[in-house]
């Protein structure tokens, strides 16, 4: 992890940890995107691959998962 990735404050984190357990998917994206124009992308992958990710439990991993995955298909749809 790069040393910018590891500084991150937990209070960043914090906030997409609780939108998630919420299945509030909206306030995620919005936390995402606020946390990507911060930081940048890179430092994103490496925060949720390495710091957000492994924190959540089977069932927010299996939701988040599923929020990503229909939100896909719902623009292949608007684009087909």
Request: hydrophobic residues 50%; proline residues 4%; negative net charge.
């Amino acid at each position: 992890m790069t040393p910018v990735a590891a500084e991150v404050s937990i209070t960043a984190i914090i906030p997409m940890l609780t939108a998630i357990g919420n299945r509030q998917w909206e306030q995620f994206k919005e936390l995402e995107a606020d946390f990507v124009s911060q930081y940048g992308v890179e430092v994103w992958q490496e925060v949720f691959n390495f710091r957000l990710k492994p924190a959540l439990d089977k069932d927010s991993d299996r939701w988040l998962l599923i929020q990503w995955c229909s939100e896909g298909i719902i623009s292949v749809k608007n684009v087909a």
